[in-house]
């Protein structure tokens, strides 16, 4: 199965105006939503997940990879990622045993 998503080249070129980014979004998720229906798959997550990076102005944010306990599991340590079409920040977050922010490194 081929999918095309004709995103435009110009719009592709400047990712710094908002309408843009929305704009492949649209694109991404219209391609993303004719593979699980050719696969039989359920929308419902692809449509909620599409619906909280749309809530969240298109910034999408989460921990990446594992996350890593202290030996006596007192504290934990995970690398968190913002992403943004036209940035991504990276860092450390170190955090207590109830999940609370102990520190945030540098990114």
Known sequence: MNIKCNIEKEILNDLTKKENIVEVYKHLIKCLEA?????????????????????EDFRVSGVYGK?????????KAQFYCEMYPTWTDYYLEFLNKDNSLKHKGVS
């Not at 996350?67 to 006596?72: I, L, Q």
Request: glycine share 0%.
């Open 67 to 75: 996350t890593f306990s202290s030996p006596d599991r007192n504290h």
């Open 35 to 55: 593979l699980w229906t050719k696969n039989q798959w359920n929308l419902f997550d692809l449509k909620k997940n599409y619906q909280e990076i749309e809530k």
